[in-house]
């Protein structure tokens, strides 16, 4: 559940009406709910009950400072895949003891940045990191703490770009190869064994391949302990879908609680790893119509956003949903492609919506707060949009609309 509803004809996001915030900040715009933020953070940490357990938010769902410094005044953990994503949750106001580094390829610069700020363990997702990681460490004469990423080889039944768990894919050690690495990893000074991950993929929409991606790493667990490697933890990652259109994934609850039964009576924390089901359906993205075209049979409404603002209808044929921000009351709906002005065919934000519109209206893509922002681009020498968010009937601007002048900062003419 989310906070963008109609008041009669007017879309709000909480108690600001978006037609509002339009004239205020202008379009393209991404508009962020706190409530739904909190919400949705609560749900995981509350679902779990009373085993010891950590939400680390995903951060490259949506890595904005204010979505950040939210999370952190909840006392939430993060999610973390590069030293920039640490500095932003440091400068946000989190903790780095909460925080995990996944990622398959860690740079020694980004090691010692992540030791030096004492992060809670490094997610390994290889032996050459290992090996990397007790280097750098040494060098420092710190002991760098780890969790090795293993692969269960399930299927995620999901889109292919975003399926993670299985065999053919670049992530994690194999489960079945994992004893043999954690034995090494008890031989290197510089390495403390702290845990276990996997991250199977993400937008997945039943519980079943958690909860068979869990049983193999439990299998995992109890092997281990019979070699004298007590591990203290358990990352289940990310990956819990959303609705979109008509998926109907497993409520946080039921997801967070069916894993919880399968760990309970283990004396060992809990760690998930959510990004989208925080942030897709606490974020719009709003756009304004600047042209109506009709080709042939085809309707287009050509509007001010464009794959470079919101990428995932061009990458992975995503569906998000396009409502009007005001609902006309006269006229008839027709079935329009909403395109931006992008030199590109793939430039789509949705394909054959039946909309009721005309030149200059406004509309809202829905579920735009994860993967949304973070995967934008300067495509196009576009300026990136506006961010704000919403709390009750106070709207922040959260990150200014770049200038032009900032397309080309850090670049230089020949001498
Ligand atoms: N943990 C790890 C190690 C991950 O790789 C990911 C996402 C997450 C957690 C968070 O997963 P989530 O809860 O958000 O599903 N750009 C794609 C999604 C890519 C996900 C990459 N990894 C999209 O827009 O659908």
């Not at 900040?25 to 962020?32: E, S």
């Not at 390994?124 to 703490?145: D, F, H, M, Q, Y």
């Not at 889109?159 to 670049?170: A, D, Q, V, W």
């Not at 993967?371 to 495509?379: D, E, I, K, L, R």
Request: charged residues 20%.
């Amino acid at each position: 559940m989310d906070y963008f509803n109609y008041q009669g004809n007017t879309l709000f996001a909480e108690q600001c009406a978006v037609s509002t915030l339009a004239q205020q900040y202008q379009t393209p715009l991404y508009i962020y709910s706190r409530a739904t933020i909190e919400r949705h953070w609560h749900a995981f940490d509350q679902a779990a009950g009373e085993l010891p357990h950590l939400v680390c938010y995903a951060v490259k769902a949506n890595s904005n400072l204010a979505v950040l410094n939210v999370m952190a005044r909840l006392g939430s953990g993060f999610d973390i895949v590069s030293q920039g994503e640490l500095a932003r949750v440091i400068a946000a106001g989190g903790d780095p003891s909460k925080v995990v580094f996944s990622g398959v390829g860690k740079t020694s610069e980004e090691i010692a940045y992540a030791l030096d700020k004492g992060i809670y363990c490094f997610n390994v997702e290889s032996e050459a990191e290992l090996e990397r990681i007790n280097e750098v460490a040494g060098n420092k004469a710190k002991i760098a703490p780890v969790s090795f990423r293993v692969n269960p080889d399930v299927d995620a039944g999901t889109h292919p770009y975003i399926s993670t768990g299985l065999k053919e894919n670049k992530f994690g050690i194999s489960i079945e190869e994992a004893p043999k690495l954690y034995q090494y990893a008890t031989t290197l000074s510089n390495i403390a064994i702290k845990g276990v991950d996997c991250h199977i993929g993400s937008q997945l929409t039943e519980v079943q391949p958690f909860l068979d991606a869990l049983d193999r790493v439990l299998v995992l667990v109890d092997t281990l302990a019979e070699q004298e490697i007590h591990l203290s933890h358990i990352d289940v990652g990310g990956g819990l879908g959303v609705c979109y259109d008509d998926e109907q994934p497993p409520h946080p609850n039921d997801y967070a609680k069916a894993i919880a039964e399968k760990i309970a009576g283990r004396d060992i924390t809990l760690i998930y790893e959510p990004g989208r089901a925080i942030m897709a359906n606490a974020g719009i993205l709003v756009t304004e119509v600047e042209f109506l075209k009709t080709n042939q049979e085809k309707h287009f409404a050509i509007v001010d956003a464009a794959m470079n603002d919101l990428l995932r209808p061009s990458l992975y044929q995503a569906w998000q949903n396009i409502i009007p921000v005001e609902k006309r009351t006269e006229g008839t709906d027709k079935s329009y492609d909403i395109v931006g002005p992008i030199c590109e065919t793939g430039d789509f934000l949705g394909k054959d919506r039946a909309l009721n519109i005309e030149q200059g209206d406004l509309l809202a893509v829905r579920s735009s707060g994860a993967y949304g922002f973070t995967m934008s681009s300067n495509y196009n020498s576009r300026p990136r949009v506006a961010e704000v968010m919403v709390d009750g009937e106070q709207s922040s601007l959260i990150r200014e609309r770049e200038t032009i002048e900032q397309l080309w900062q850090g670049e230089h003419l020949l001498p």
